[in-house]
């Protein structure tokens, strides 16, 4: 192999193994799985082209690259989103066979995968969310993320201060274990099914919402639906108004959802839960966010 070739098998093989983290660092800021794989291509066209004597830490400079351009694409989402048709939420993605989006062995990485989560750094400014996946999911000093960003040290422990308590404020923390989880989703799916809406609603929190999120391309409710009762209700007339549909149970950003096809449309629905009863439901109905984990088989 030549001294050229050699050199650009080394860097494949640097980007290759970076590659997960940068996804993962791109979907937790942007929430659409689609748009983190595009700003990790451009990350390697950047990549493919600089003056490596000018690098000294590859792994920081690819991070900063992808922070940056996935910085640029939410200040761009953001503008998108006053025309989205009814709720917005993240786009759904399978994580049991494999982990495409780095890593999720903490219970930070894993929380921070979680559409829930994801759901709720929405509503942070850019430049606190960056910091707060930075720091939560990927335990980045503030010193190098002050580097990433452009701005003090100081300045990024307030963005992060700040950032938490907005997520603190916007949740209920409590750990579910992922057995009983599990557990409520399918003893949900089989209420839904057969429409024993008194079984469903006992699964169900009072105060449960449930969002949907269609995008304007297929029918569903255009605002998010609040109460036990309301819910069941919408639930059981979804599902009875589809002659055929297949259900599974899988693995949705870490945590136990449901892959539903309903007259030939994928769709997700998963599942935030607190003290054994569902609080939340993201329902994906969207077919611009399912292109990515329909199944093949």
């Given at each position: 192999?030549?001294?050229?070739?050699?050199?650009?098998?080394?860097?494949?093989?640097?980007?290759?193994?970076?590659?997960?983290?940068l996804v993962g660092?791109?979907?937790?800021?942007?929430?659409?799985?689609?748009?983190?794989?595009?700003?990790?291509?451009?990350?390697?066209?950047?990549?493919?082209?600089?003056?490596?004597?000018?690098?000294?830490?590859?792994?920081?400079?690819?991070?900063?690259?992808?922070?940056?351009?996935?910085?640029?694409?939410m200040r761009l989402?953001?503008?998108?989103?006053?025309?989205?048709?009814?709720?917005?939420?993240?786009?759904?993605?399978?994580?049991?066979?494999?982990?495409?989006?780095?890593?999720?062995?903490?219970?930070?990485?894993?929380?921070?995968?979680?559409?829930?989560?994801?759901?709720?750094?929405?509503?942070?400014?850019?430049?606190?969310?960056?910091?707060?996946?930075?720091?939560?999911?990927?335990?980045?000093?503030?010193?190098?993320?002050?580097?990433?960003?452009?701005?003090?040290?100081?300045?990024?422990?307030?963005?992060?201060?700040?950032?938490?308590?907005?997520?603190?404020?916007?949740?209920?923390?409590?750990?579910?274990?992922?057995?009983?989880?599990?557990?409520?989703?399918?003893?949900?799916l089989i209420a839904?099914?057969?429409?024993?809406?008194?079984?469903?609603?006992?699964?169900?929190?009072?105060?449960?919402?449930?969002?949907?999120?269609?995008?304007?391309?297929?029918?569903?409710?255009?605002?998010?639906?609040?109460?036990?009762?309301?819910?069941?209700?919408?639930?059981?007339?979804?599902?009875?108004?589809?002659?055929?549909?297949?259900?599974?149970?899988?693995?949705?950003?870490?945590?136990?959802?449901?892959?539903?096809?309903?007259?030939?449309?994928?769709?997700?629905?998963?599942?935030?839960?607190?003290?054994?009863?569902?609080?939340?439901?993201?329902?994906?109905?969207?077919?611009?966010?399912?292109?990515?984990?329909?199944?093949?088989?």
């Amino acid at each position: 192999m030549s001294e050229p070739d050699r050199r650009v098998n080394d860097d494949v093989t640097e980007f290759q193994g970076q590659r997960a983290m940068l996804v993962g660092i791109a979907y937790r800021l942007l929430g659409s799985f689609a748009d983190a794989e595009d700003v990790v291509q451009e990350a390697w066209l950047r990549w493919s082209t600089v003056d490596r004597q000018t690098i000294a830490s590859p792994g920081h400079f690819l991070i900063t690259v992808v922070t940056r351009l996935s910085i640029d694409r939410m200040r761009l989402a953001h503008r998108r989103r006053e025309t989205h048709v009814g709720p917005w939420l993240p786009e759904p993605v399978l994580t049991e066979v494999g982990q495409p989006l780095g890593p999720a062995e903490t219970a930070a990485q894993r929380d921070t995968l979680s559409l829930a989560m994801l759901r709720l750094l929405q509503r942070l400014s850019v430049p606190e969310r960056a910091v707060f996946v930075l720091r939560e999911a990927f335990e980045l000093p503030y010193m190098e993320i002050s580097g990433i960003l452009g701005l003090s040290e100081a300045h990024a422990r307030q963005l992060h201060r700040r950032g938490t308590d907005h997520v603190a404020a916007g949740r209920k923390r409590f750990t579910v274990d992922p057995g009983k989880h599990r557990d409520l989703v399918e003893r949900f799916l089989i209420a839904a099914r057969t429409g024993e809406r008194d079984a469903l609603e006992g699964l169900l929190a009072h105060d449960v919402t449930l969002w949907n999120d269609s995008g304007g391309k297929v029918s569903a409710a255009l605002r998010p639906v609040f109460g036990a009762d309301r819910v069941s209700r919408l639930v059981i007339g979804t599902l009875a108004k589809h002659d055929s549909a297949e259900f599974r149970v899988v693995e949705l950003n870490g945590e136990t959802g449901l892959l539903m096809c309903l007259s030939s449309r994928w769709q997700t629905c998963s599942f935030e839960v607190t003290e054994g009863l569902i609080t939340g439901l993201q329902w994906m109905a969207n077919p611009d966010k399912l292109d990515h984990l329909t199944p093949t088989e």
